[in-house]
């Protein structure tokens, strides 16, 4: 049980964390939002209590000193400078770094640890104190008492008076249990008068020896919450009559109520002993979460009612920003069993709608209202379930930041992480397993892509080398580019160092794209001496294998003095597309539509022919080769119907053709199926898909599509030897 | 291959009687083992794979996964079927994959003593020998038992 609420934890913490990440990144930028700061001190803070009550003390430790310094920026009393954002960010790190430790075992680099502490140490004011921490068990049902233990509450707690009728059972002697000892507990809690009701003592001889006739009432003056009284009954629970009466319950509860709205708005406000009662018993549902005996009032997330009768103005702002949205955590397995399950719903609505169809009765009208609400419900569902799979790669971008910053720092380097494309939706398992690859690529960027600031000012660029990470979907693929504005790719070294270590002939004739390839050759590192950072014997050709593992590739394109690139292309195994469905042929197919540039519908005098089976498409005085796709595919149209819709299309290259199909349906999200395993490479088709009515569909590769049409790769040809001409 | 064929023979002669599924393609009997049958599905038309050589028929979606469907009949060197919706798609796992097989019509179980399968007598076709591992006398008709492992080879091989 413990392990499963301690895997919660992590979870959270990974949530935690980013949103701390994503706050300190906001305010590098220059973000003076008040709410920023208070988020990143709420996650730290969160983080703290949780890591508390698992008794990771070092976590504890940490997010401590963390979240004091944050308490004084967010107090007003410090000044956010460039410097403390530096250290607060490296803290984060830390903060991430500990935890990860935490969750997966391994050491803490003390030194590094130490390092932080003390530099955060410098901006904490002197009078504070350090707090211990008391670890909580969890995994136990927590005794009320220990709820009831405010440490260190500052305010002296009233005294209160309890009117407790004590009647033990017969059971209870049996138990072993002996009234005098509870006595004597409630005596220690503070001033104590036991008064004997021996009423219902029978005469001596109708007296059974075995009977239970005492009761007690018991007065108790004492400053202990009343859970603290209750808890000294705890082990006769059941085997006494027993009731407690405090001195005006009522307004104790009141009491209760509103050290509780004070713990949650105001932040000096002293939680009341009584508030951990209330917070067990008539306290609104509080989310769940570690119970966290901290004397900071911000323990827990407010509750939605006390939030909006909150005082502060944060509350207001916070909804304004939505704040984080719920989350729910699924199994993957879960997820893909829905996807296949929801996939054969559609095909049983369109079987449905064939028997109907078919059936000898005249008015088929209310039913087909009923299947169209059917297959409307079942679509929901269906784009509901894809969208759940595919994720945008916005964490894992986030995540790359503190590796650049980590780099940066072990190299004396000053470098920043641009990210374009957050949003690009990829499919989860690719986005897990592009993680490794991304850090090394990254690493290798920082160390030994960018120069060093010196030599960065030499060369008349900034400072602050920029490193450019984006994603995209280009012709339905995944692109993951790195981009540096470092020195590039020493080809002169390069090679010297492949020769030396025998990876290439010394004689060889390279060009220049083969040289820079050689990087991802196994067992080459140019590190001149092995740094700490990277090159630890493992190259680039691991994040190469790692690529071509996802089943992708990757490619270095650099120029010397200005940086390098590389490019990762994946392909889309279950990612989602947008793709417009076209039908070729009698066959239904998809294109992806980022690589279409418009759609018209051509008509004859548009159709220009150049040479004995060439086609030109003219539009608006430009002349775009035509590419059939039925006849790249090698299909053959069985009815009369041309292809009389074309798709214009561009390249990576930049070369521009006119793919021609018979006619535009659709234009809608579909999630592509690889086809690997179940056939080889096909010219001209990257993957498939599953449309609504169950069908598998092929998606186009326009790239070999056009590759494969005779008539546009010869025009292409044609085009380029008059260009050099 | 030869090796794996010899392999599963041994296997089906320890067994004791085996159910069989028999059916026919191109007006031939064949039989696979039951426990290499995943499903029997009656045919649909299927989504045509561009370049794909005509034993290829082409994809299915099999609750959301995609497979490829095989014409048996191609694929012994027989006509090809005019499929039609009285003909079934038997789907089996091999290589751990999900395929579809084209037949012609399911005809029934039948329980097959290992002793009983004699083996494939030498006739002048490679294909034959490889497909088939053995032969069995039921109702007096002969049935073959097709060695699915050389049917359908690694996905590789099966495209140009």
Known sequence: MSGSIQDTFFEECEELLEATDEGLTAIEGGDHDPETVNAIFRAVHSIKGGAGAFGLDDLVAFAHRFETVFDEVRAGRMELDGKLIQLLLRSSDQLSALVEVARDGGEIDEAHNDTLLAALDEYIPEEEEDLTFEPMGLGAPAPVADLGIVPEAPAEPQEETYRIRFQPLKEMYGTGNEPFFLFQALKDMGDLTVKLDENELPGFDAMDMSESYLAWDITLVTKDSRSMVEAVFEFVEGLCELS????????????????????????????????????????????FEPPVPAPEPEAKPAPAEEKASAPKAESGKQEQRGGPKPTLRVELERVDRLINAVGELIINH?????????????????????????????????????????QPVKPLFQRMARIVREASAATGKTCKLVNVGENTEVDKTVIERLSDPLTHILRNAVDHGVEKPEDREAAGKSKVGEIQLSASHRSGSVCIEIKDDGAGVNRPRVKQIAIEKGLIPENAELTDGEIDNLLFAPGFSTAKEVSNLSGRGVGMDVVKNAVTGLGGRINISSTPGKGSTFTIILPLTLAVMDGMVVSVADQTMVVPITSIVETMRGSDDMINSLGADGTLLSIRGNFVPICDVAGSLGLYRESDQQAGVYLLVETETGQRCALAVDDIHDQRQVVIKSLDGVCGEIAGVAAATILGDGKIAMILDPESIIAASPTAAAFDTERRMSNAS | MQAEAKQTDQEVKHAEHSEFVSFTVAGQAFCLKITQIREIRRWSPVTILPHAPADVLGVMNLRGAVIPIYDLSARFGLQQTEASERNVVIVVSVHGKPVGLLAESVSEIISINPDDIQDTPPVDSRNTMEYIQGIISHDDTMVRIINLDAVISAPEQVMP
């Open chain 1, 244 to 287: 407690i009466d405090g001195e005006g319950d009522a307004e104790a509860e009141a009491n209760a109520l509103a050290a509780l709205d004070a713990m949650f708005s105001t932040p000096d406000a002293p939680p009341a002993p009584p508030a951990a009662d209330a917070a067990e018993g008539e306290a609104p549902a509080v989310p």
């Open chain 1, 350 to 390: 369109s079987m449905l709608a064939q028997q109907i169809a078919n059936l000898d009765v005249s008015d088929t009208r209310d039913v087909e209202t009923e299947l169209e609400g059917f297959k409307n419900l079942a679509r929901d569902i269906q784009e509901g379930v894809m969208a759940i799979r595919a």
